[in-house]
């Protein structure tokens, strides 16, 4: 360690300092569904910039699709991605963004399917039941036929009950009742409906 003097860098005072190796640990579930919350223990330097993350194996140290801080403690929880796979939980050192420990997981495919009316009133209230994993983001939405995943007319979510009661557009003609995974947007189920 040096102190260093701006006005013309003059060494004024040094020490020596002896930087010992850092390592992590990490406990996480093998396998898991897509879209779901895990529980990672971890043990490691716990700097204030650590992160646990979550990323594909391809990826590099610093990039990710979802983290937590490690100041969150241990057990911590983290995101899973909604794509199905095989991922990396990993201990990041913050500060470097350098790798210190990682560990395998494989992401299972969830399903879901929504059970419309056949036909609705036009502007009025229906009901549909559903099956799927009701994550709090999730939602039902009705939409047109080639409308994007992420584009609705009305949409009610999972989390306010099963059935769930949904608005019909103004306008009639066909439409899509869908189950979103409301974390990224990903379609599991739709089902056909006309409006009159």
């Given at each position: ?9 003059q ?6 300092i ?28 716990a ?14 140290a610093?990039?990710?699709l979802y ?13 899973l ?6 991922y ?6 913050g ?15 969830v ?8 036909t ?27 409308m ?7 949409y ?8 769930v ?8 003609g066909t ?21 009159k």
């Amino acid at each position: 360690m040096r102190y260093i003097l701006g006005q013309g860098v003059q060494l004024l005072a040094k020490t020596a300092i002896t930087l010992k190796a850092v390592s992590a640990t990490l406990q996480a579930p093998a396998v898991a569904a897509a879209g779901s919350k895990i529980d990672v223990a971890w043990q490691g330097p716990a700097n204030q910039p650590d992160y646990i993350s979550i990323a594909r194996p391809d990826q590099e140290a610093g990039r990710y699709l979802y983290y937590t801080y490690a100041k969150q403690g241990s057990p911590l929880k983290l995101q899973l991605p909604s794509e199905p796979g095989t991922y990396e939980v990993r201990y990041i050192l913050g500060s470097e963004t350098r790798l210190l420990a990682r560990t395998a997981i494989t992401i299972q495919p969830v399903t879901a399917s929504v059970s419309p009316p056949a036909t609705a009133a036009a502007n009025a209230l229906f009901e549909v039941q559903w099956q799927g994993p009701g994550y709090p983001p999730d939602y039902i939405a009705i939409a047109k036929p080639g409308m994007p995943d992420n584009r609705y007319i009305h949409y009610v979510y999972t989390r306010t009950g099963n059935p769930v009661k949904l608005k019909a557009p103004e306008e009639a003609g066909t439409y899509e009742v869908r189950y979103i995974m409301g974390q990224e947007a990903r379609l599991l189920d739709r089902k056909t409906i006309t409006v009159k």
